[in-house]
């Protein structure tokens, strides 16, 4: 489903996205072991799967993943109400969490059980609902105290889907900002082999009538667990909301608690971090119900960067809190949005 070309007014992230699209790359991964390919081995993989796309079809999701994580966002089809759709309405960021270093979302899939561990290779247990999930985000406006979020992704185009990256845009509609503003987005998603951080690249344009162009509030979200004692389990001397903020090198990291999905078997936890440009961040919140957010600073029109990731306790490379932590910590991110990104960059 490749759409409609971009306005005019996403040219300058346009060169970025086809930049994207010949192969991302150079920011430093700090890595335990990291990964390119050998051969003709696939370790990435992005794609549409809406109608016309290969099977195994799933709404208008868009899958992608590489060796150590999965993720996807939702597009239009499944924000329509049941039985044409889900009635999930969300620009939120998804997790599936994975045990193999293969590209393994579509065979989860192909199962009917994409929730629960059939495959041996990971599961789909991370719920987005109406929260950002894992770094989605929106406009914060202070007065209120509210997030003003956009509904799912309305165009997509600039696939890559391996054998060492994944990569691709999505547009949002315009959406309200408060205070009469309405502003749009286009975003480059950017996963390559060897490391748990996808890097993003937006441009929030503002569209109201007439024009503002002062500065934008962005909140970036990490759905927060509520500790019920069935799904969500308490753990002696572990805070309910187990976050950790580095102002200085912009990194918040949250480490879900202990999971049981579906089944009585264990689904562990969950790891999320966001990194951002430490001179952007106005505060972090994290008295939210459902979410933390991360509350940065944005120029309408002007590229910028973040980078979200996961983790999964039961997974290959982080199984605790600190490792994670230490993880998230010692990445190098590169915050200008024409710098490439890929499984060869420096570690």
């Known amino acids: 489903m490749n759409t409609r070309s971009p306005a005019s007014r996403f040219l300058a ?36 799967t809406g109608s016309g796309a290969k099977p195994p079809e799933r709404w208008d999701d868009i899958f992608w993943e590489n060796d150590r994580i999965a ?71 202070d007065a209120t105290h509210k997030l003003m979020r ?19 845009w999505v547009t949002y509609a315009p959406w309200d900002a408060g205070n009469g503003r309405k502003v749009e987005e286009k975003r480059t998603f950017t996963l390559p082999a060897g490391t748990n951080f996808t890097r993003l690249v937006s441009t929030i344009d503002d569209v109201s009538t007439p024009p503002n162009h002062s500065e934008l509030l962005v909140g970036i979200g990490i759905a927060k667990r509520t500790i019920d004692g069935k799904r969500f389990l308490a753990e002696p001397g572990v805070p309910a909301n187990n976050f950790h903020f580095d102002k200085d090198k912009g990194v918040f990291v949250y480490w879900e608690p202990e999971q049981h999905y579906r089944t009585p078997l264990e689904a562990g936890h969950t790891g999320v971090a966001v990194i951002v440009d430490p001179a952007s961040i106005v505060k972090v919140i994290t008295d939210e119900p459902d979410q933390n957010l ?18 999964w306790s039961l997974g290959l490379d982080f199984h605790t809190m600190p490792e994670w932590q230490k993880y998230a910590e010692s990445f190098k991110p590169n915050f200008d949005p024409t710098a490439p990104y890929t499984a060869t960059s420096p570690k």
């Open 13 to 48: 992230i346009a060169v970025i996205a086809a930049g994207a699209a010949a192969v991302i790359g150079s920011c430093a991964l700090a890595q335990t072991s990291s990964t390119a390919p050998e051969g003709d081995k696939v370790l990435c993989m992005a794609r549409y």
């Open 71 to 141: 993720h996807r966002i939702y597009g239009p089809a499944v924000s329509r109400p049941a039985p044409n759709g889900e009635g999930l309405v969300t620009s939120g960021i998804d997790v599936w969490v994975k045990s193999v270093r293969v590209p393994f979302m579509d065979k989860q899939l192909a199962t009917g059980h994409q929730h629960d561990d059939t495959t041996g290779m990971g599961r789909d247990c991370y719920d987005v609902q109406a929260t950002c999930g894992a770094g989605g985000l929106g406009i914060w406006d």
């Open 150 to 168: 956009s509904a799912n992704w309305a165009t997509n185009g600039g696939f890559v889907s391996g054998p060492d990256v994944a990569s691709f």
């Open 294 to 311: 991360l509350i940065v600073k944005v120029t309408p029109g002007k590229p910028w960067v973040y980078y979200t990731g996961a983790c």
